[in-house]
């Protein structure tokens, strides 16, 4: 229970450290008294994701590391408050007498209250996904503690398409003191916070009082993010806030601080997760269009390109060396695939039919239709009778613009199970925006109450869209909250002493591939370790034989220097278990046939090495193949 305890305020110490790393930043770049506390916390959360690939080249992330740097952190943040709690927050509109003051306040103290019940369920998880978290999202962490960096793993798939290594960087200062039930504080915790911090200073910076925040906050906490795995959501969310914010610098008053900072933001973007890539992309897009169309100055373009660039460049060196690639795959696919199959879709997925349902039902997706809702609106508003062309924003119909093209080629690239996922962080930035824009002042009185009406309709659609979601997000919430304070374990002293045993039965410093449930708990500075999360999904040259029998892959590890494999077979058929039809339906994505594929053949390779080989440890439930040595 106290450890529980310790981990939910842990989520304001870090958010604190990070805004205080945040402060200095703004300071160097922008001056001083430049960025309010959301926007201090994602330059901080930047900056951090920054010099960790510095720190991961190096080898240098541990505990205490990372400890003493949030611990400075928070000394920035104590130091810089009194200044913060002084400042003007700028104008505020006067109050809008739309609705009685009586309702504004209990609506917004309901809010708080929601905000706390789903921070206070972030520092507890009773279980994460099986296939991302077990096999991959949780080990990246414990790896870069254990070794000091990400090693390289050139038979790791998620190693190479997933991520470059920030949010794993970020995770770790949770496992610096917590177990792994803890780990989703830093997403959904310090997240969460940073993006409502971040959405109340984008109003007050409009001129708009608190009741204009109650929309976005409202939408987060009804919201039940599509949060699959540890690879990240509301982080990136509030690095693309920041991005939105930072574009609405005046690019002229000191336009080369403005241009290192969007950057940094976009690189640290871009470090965290691989999917942000195409979102900011058409955000920047649509921005510089129409300085285009005005021939205002390109000077900071080059800055800026520049400076994500270099912040990008020792993540992508530590990506070269582990998988083949610097930035997968746009710059090359690196070591994708095996010999005989491929992780690449067939081609008769995409016929016109599958696209065009995947269409219907991604764009019918109640946060879709809800982003499509805010937006038209917002757009609408900048575009009607008697709407001034000075408060048209170019970050503003920017970000408006953005989720469309993004959708429309994410559905194109993935089925829509996956594009949920990976489109909500610009969803939600769209949302904040789109209210800021539609309850923004300086208009007729008709006006701001027909604007105000399109805001609450499109709130209330959402609401009433996702109402079943909401009631299930807050049942897991609330059993979060009491397992926490039960003080329940993720994994029992008996399965950790089962993965000891195990790994004390292979030499010290003899390579490793490993097919474990719960891989994150192997000793990664024992042993160099291998992960094959995704079977098949990536191997080196000349590729790892998955369709071609046990004896050349065994033939094909040994050449490779790795003698032997470690493997849950007792909860193999958990892995990918007949899950999916065989009579290759196209109304099963591709990419969840080929896995299933490639893990099957992968599972019988490795059932018929466990007959004809040596078992150096097998306890009913793990086993470790010896493959230079026959079975008796």
């Excluded at 809010?111 to 972030?122: E, F």
């Excluded at 803890?182 to 109340?200: E, N, P, R, T």
């Excluded at 969007?262 to 973007?269: I, S």
């Excluded at 000075?390 to 408006?400: M, N």
Aim: aromatic letters at 10%.
């Amino acid at each position: 229970m106290l450890n529980y305890i310790f981990a939910f305020f842990s989520i304001f110490l870090l958010a604190g450290s990070f805004a205080g790393w945040g402060g200095v930043i703004g300071r160097v770049l922008l001056g001083p008294g430049r960025g309010d506390l959301g926007e201090s916390m994602a330059w901080g959360i930047a900056g951090t994701v920054v010099l960790g690939g510095v720190a991961n080249l190096s080898r240098l992330i541990s505990g205490p590391v990372l400890l003493g740097y949030a611990a400075i952190g928070l000394v920035l943040f104590l130091v810089d408050l009194p200044r913060r709690a002084r400042r003007d927050e700028g104008p505020v509109a006067a109050p809008a007498r739309l609705v009685p003051r009586i309702a504004v306040r209990v609506c917004f103290g309901a809010v708080l209250l929601l905000v706390l019940v789903r921070v206070a369920a972030s520092a507890h998880t009773i279980r994460h996904q099986f296939l991302d978290d077990h096999f991959a999202y949780l080990a990246f962490p414990h790896q870069m503690l254990q070794t000091g960096g990400l090693t390289p793993d050139p038979y790791c798939n998620r190693r190479l398409v997933a991520t470059l290594g920030g949010m794993p960087l970020l995770n770790a200062f949770a496992l610096c003191v917590f177990r792994e039930q803890s780990v989703g504080l830093i997403d959904q915790g310090v997240g969460l916070l940073g993006i409502l911090l971040i959405a109340g200073g984008l109003m007050r910076s409009r001129g708009l009082t608190r009741a204009a925040w109650i929309v976005p906050a409202g939408i987060m906490v009804i919201d039940r993010p599509p949060v699959f795995n540890l690879a990240g959501m509301l982080i990136p969310t509030l690095l693309l806030l920041a991005i939105h914010r930072a574009l609405g610098l005046d690019p002229e008053s000191r336009w080369a601080g403005r241009a290192v900072l969007l950057g940094l933001l976009t690189g640290a973007l871009f470090a965290l997760k691989s999917t942000m890539i195409p979102l900011a992309f058409f955000l920047f897009a649509l921005d510089y269009a129409p300085r285009v169309a005005r021939r205002s100055s390109w000077r900071a373009l080059p800055v800026e390109v520049a400076t994500g660039l270099a912040c990008l460049i020792p993540w992508m060196i530590a990506l070269k060396e582990s998988s083949g690639t610097w930035l997968y795959p746009l710059l090359g696919r690196g070591v994708e695939g095996a010999r005989g199959g491929t992780f690449l879709p067939p081609n008769h997925d995409f016929t016109p039919a599958f696209l065009l349902r995947n269409f219907a039902r991604g764009f019918s997706e109640p946060m879709a239709l809800s982003t499509f809702l805010f937006s038209a609106a917002a757009l609408a508003s900048l575009a009607g009778r008697g709407a001034k062309p000075k408060g048209r924003r170019p970050e503003d119909v920017a970000i408006l613009l953005a989720p469309w093209p993004s959708l429309i080629l994410l559905l194109v690239m993935f089925d829509r199970v996956q594009v949920i996922r990976y489109i909500h962080p610009i969803d939600v930035a769209t949302i904040v925006v789109a209210t800021a824009v539609l309850l923004r002042p300086g208009v007729g009185a008709r006006r701001r109450l027909r604007h105000a009406m399109m805001a609450v309709g499109c709130f209330a659609f959402f609401a009433g869209a996702r109402i079943t979601e909401m009631h299930i997000s807050y049942r897991i919430a609330a059993s979060q909250i009491v397992a926490g304070l039960k003080g329940r374990p993720y994994v029992g002293p008996v399965v950790r002493d089962s993965y000891a045993r195990m790994q004390a039965a292979v030499p010290e410093g003899a390579p490793i591939l490993t097919h474990l449930a719960d891989s994150y708990l192997v000793d990664f500075r024992r042993n160099p370790i291998y992960l094959a999360d995704w079977p098949g999904g990536a191997s080196p040259p000349p590729k790892m034989p998955i369709f071609e029998g046990p004896e050349p892959l065994a033939e094909y590890l040994s050449g490779q220097g790795i003698r032997y494999l470690a493997y849950s077979y007792a909860e193999g058929e958990r892995f990918h278990a007949n899950r999916l039809p065989k009579d290759g339906s196209v109304e099963v994505a591709a990419w969840d046939r080929i896995v299933d594929r490639h893990a099957e053949a992968f599972r019988d390779l490795l059932g018929d090495l466990m007959r004809s080989r040596r078992r150096a440890f097998d306890d009913g439930a793990l086993v470790v193949i010896d493959l230079a040595t026959r079975a008796p």
